[in-house]
């Protein structure tokens, strides 16, 4: 089993912001972090689960991934975004990434579980930090997914 802990942040909405992610597996610890120059707090939350799952060397495994962001753990526990995916995003904001998440869920065997972001969940405190320390790095790169929907008015 591996574990997925993730967060994202932006401050302003949209304004610069990142994600942080630690991946378990048994006593191993990795983490990932990245920022960008214009986004939002869902795109991170979003990004840092795909990340995530995406840092895994071998498919299929078995996953749990735990996140404080209700838009992403109720849009997959709920079928939300399969419904979505065959209206092909119609409406929806992230098509870009949500499209992305499902091509990598789909290798897994992935389990969802919220927990209460702020909460003193050491793992997930430790995500919010790497995900806020991300945004504030100088010279971000561009989120080109969201700039590119914001300049067609899609955000």
Same mark, same amino acid.
């Given at each position: 089993? &591996?574990?997925?802990?993730?967060?994202?942040?932006?401050?302003?909405?949209? *304004?610069? *912001?990142?994600?942080?992610?630690?991946?378990?597996?048994?006593?191993?610890?990795?983490?990932?972090?990245?920022?960008?120059?214009?986004?939002? =707090?869902?795109?991170?939350?979003? /990004?840092?689960?795909? &990340?995530?799952?995406?840092? /895994?060397?071998?498919?299929?495994?078995?996953?749990?991934?735990?996140?404080?962001?209700?838009?992403? &753990?109720?849009?997959?526990?709920?079928?939300?975004?399969?419904?979505?995916?065959?209206?092909?995003?119609?409406?929806?904001?992230?098509?870009?990434?949500?499209?992305?998440?499902?091509?990598?869920?789909?290798?897994?065997?992935?389990?969802?579980?919220?927990?209460?972001?702020? =909460? =003193?969940?050491?793992?997930?405190?430790?995500?919010?930090?790497?995900?806020?320390?991300?945004?504030?790095?100088?010279? /971000?790169?561009?989120?080109? *997914?969201?700039?590119?929907?914001?300049?067609?008015? /899609?955000?």
């Amino acid at each position: 089993m &591996v574990y997925i802990y993730t967060d994202g942040a932006s401050s302003g909405n949209p *304004g610069p *912001g990142g994600y942080g992610v630690v991946l378990v597996h048994g006593d191993r610890q990795k983490e990932l972090a990245a920022g960008f120059r214009r986004t939002t =707090n869902n795109r991170m939350e979003l /990004l840092a689960v795909i &990340v995530g799952l995406e840092a /895994l060397k071998k498919a299929p495994l078995e996953v749990t991934v735990v996140s404080d962001s209700k838009y992403v &753990v109720d849009s997959v526990s709920k079928g939300w975004v399969f419904g979505w995916e065959k209206k092909q995003f119609q409406g929806k904001k992230n098509p870009d990434l949500w499209q992305r998440f499902l091509k990598i869920y789909r290798q897994h065997h992935v389990k969802l579980q919220w927990v209460k972001g702020h =909460n =003193n969940h050491p793992l997930n405190e430790r995500c919010d930090r790497l995900a806020v320390a991300a945004g504030k790095v100088p010279n /971000l790169p561009p989120d080109s *997914g969201y700039e590119k929907l914001e300049k067609m008015g /899609l955000t």
